[in-house]
């Protein structure tokens, strides 16, 4: 079987395939607040694919809060973002999780787009 070769790629910046730890804060159809414990599967400085247990509102606005420990907020350390705002852009139902992917309101950092 032939490796499938990846049409143009769309994206600005590269994905990173990490496993972070994140809430997921929204409001579901019904306009109910809800926070739900999940898993970033990959981030980029524009978005995250995020799995999640719950069905979301297709167009919803949500955001993403990373956990950290109580070192974060210590004088003398760098500033870190820990809360990202985003637009849900695409939702993909996995056996027990829903894949969804999200635009960041604003790009985390831009320098790292990939060369065009």
């Known amino acids: 079987m032939a490796a ?11 994905r990173l395939p990490l ?3 994140v809430f997921v804060r929204g409001r579901d159809d019904n306009g109910k607040e809800f926070l739900e414990f ?3 599967l990959n981030v980029s400085a524009g978005g995250a ?3 999640v247990q719950r069905n979301l509102p297709a167009s919803g606005r949500i955001s993403l809060e990373i956990p950290s420990g109580h070192m ?7 500033k870190a973002t820990r809360r990202l705002p ?3 852009v695409h939702i993909q139902p996995a056996s027990q999780y829903n894949l969804i ?3 960041f309101s604003r790009p985390l950092l831009r320098a790292l787009r ?3």
């Open 38 to 40: 999940a898993t970033a």
């Open 101 to 103: 992917g999200l635009r």
């Open 49 to 51: 694919l995020v799995a």
């Open 86 to 88: 985003a637009k849900l």
């Open 72 to 78: 974060a907020d210590l004088p003398g350390m760098p």
């Open 19 to 21: 496993a972070i730890p």
């Open 114 to 116: 990939t060369e065009r």
């Open 4 to 14: 499938r070769i990846p049409q143009h790629e769309r994206r600005k910046w590269r």
